[in-house]
């Protein structure tokens, strides 16, 4: 049996559908979405004898919603001017996630300095902060005694921010430092909203901690 227009038609909007749950790029999903959308809309219209309204409804309602989530996105990127500081930290830290989530983060967060033998955090308290030291060398210690030390780009409190539990050592500034410093509820609800940082935060995480073992 030959196929028809609408056949084609049909199989067009499917494949964009498909290739849109493909794509990684959350813009070109919107636009993919949004093709497909408006080509099932003209068969759902034209390939009966009568139009296929409720289907016809919920598609136009489908463009309503990711053509906001594309002009979303554009108003995003459009906004995405780093400093100087921003752009050294997204590349020594953040580079596994785009740019787009970056400035998310960056913008719920706060730079604090501290001076030298200031405490970051303290042993057995409960953190209520996440701190990424930018600039400068910190302590780390437990019961008064130095374990190990950190340097540029290295979190502090993230063992006590996942597992909610207090932390286990204080760490001290050596040198004047630079960090930039989340709060924890307003990073939770940001996290929790959002799946796909959660898992690129996630993915930071890993990747210090990985780098804090390898220099034990």
């Known amino acids: 049996m030959p196929l028809t227009l609408w056949d084609i038609l049909a199989h067009s909007y499917n494949l964009l559908y498909l290739t849109a749950f493909i794509v990684k790029d959350m813009l070109w999903l919107r636009i993919l979405l949004c093709l497909a959308s408006v080509m099932e809309v003209i068969y759902s219209y034209n390939v009966g004898t009568d139009p296929l309204w409720p289907n016809i ?100 409190g993230e063992m006590s921010f996942l597992s909610g539990k207090e932390t286990t050592a204080t760490v001290k500034a050596l040198t004047p430092v630079l960090c930039m410093v989340w709060k924890k509820e307003t990073l939770e609800a940001l996290i929790n909203k959002d799946n796909e940082l959660h898992i690129a935060i996630h993915t930071v995480f890993s990747r210090d901690l990985t780098q804090k073992l390898s220099v034990q």
Do not use: P
């Open 57 to 156: 409804l919920w598609c136009s309602a489908y463009v309503g919603v990711n053509t906001y989530q594309f002009f979303r996105i554009i108003q995003e990127r459009q906004s995405l001017n780093l400093s100087e500081e921003e752009h050294i930290m997204y590349a020594a830290m953040f580079s596994t996630m785009s740019k787009v989530l970056f400035r998310r983060l960056i913008n719920i967060g706060e730079w604090r300095t501290y001076s030298i033998d200031e405490n970051l955090i303290e042993e057995g308290n409960t953190c209520k902060e996440l701190l990424l030291l930018t600039q400068g060398a910190a302590s780390v210690e437990k019961k008064g005694i130095e374990i190990t030390r950190l340097r540029s780009y290295a979190f502090v």
